[in-house]
């Protein structure tokens, strides 16, 4: 087997307004307090492989345009639907009046193993600070709680590996129902 030549895989790479016009995914994602600028453009990277409906950035966490964002992103933060708003409950009160689940990726009583989750989309799935996880105050409008297992001493994954996780799953639970 031979691997595509970068010149090859230019080729069939979509333009920026293509993607642009591209039918989103039913579901959307909010940072919260997210403080590493390379987790964010990690997340961006894979919020465009996944079509993302959209990136709320919350609090700390950092916006493009950054260098340290588009380092990771690659380009994704152009084509990324996104907003930010200081206020995270702010967001997540609108989402929820227009019928989002609100899904904390967080460790929690009654957490469910992201893989046994039925959600009801659209779904808006929060991911928090590194160290410190979803605030309190969020966590009280948060409608489920999903985890990814962990086999080892650690307690958790890197927030932009665990988003990788998670939306792919979603991704494939949302295309299961069509």
């Known amino acids: 087997m031979k691997k595509l030549s ?16 591209k039918e989103r995914s039913n579901f959307c994602a909010l940072l919260e ?15 465009d492989a996944v079509l993302l409906g959209k990136l709320y950035l919350c609090g700390i966490t950092g916006t493009p345009p950054r260098n340290e964002i588009r380092k990771t992103a690659l380009g994704a933060e152009e084509v990324v639907p996104w907003e930010h708003n200081d206020e995270a409950i702010e967001i997540v009160k609108k989402l929820k009046k227009n019928g989002y689940t609100i899904v904390a990726v967080e460790l929690a009583h009654d957490s469910v ?42 307690n958790s994954l890197n927030v932009a590996t665990c988003y990788g996780i998670i939306v792919y799953d979603a991704l494939k639970k949302l295309n299961e129902k069509k």
């Open 113 to 154: 193993e992201f893989t046994k989750a039925k959600y009801d989309f659209p779904v808006c799935f929060i991911f928090g600070h590194e160290v410190n996880g979803i605030s309190d105050e969020l966590m009280e409008y948060v409608d489920m709680s999903v985890i990814v297992p962990m086999l080892g001493r650690a």
């Open 6 to 21: 970068h010149e090859e895989i230019l080729k069939v790479k979509p333009s920026v307004q293509k993607v642009k016009k």
């Open 33 to 47: 307090n997210v403080r590493s600028l390379h987790n964010v453009g990690a997340i961006f990277r894979t919020s």
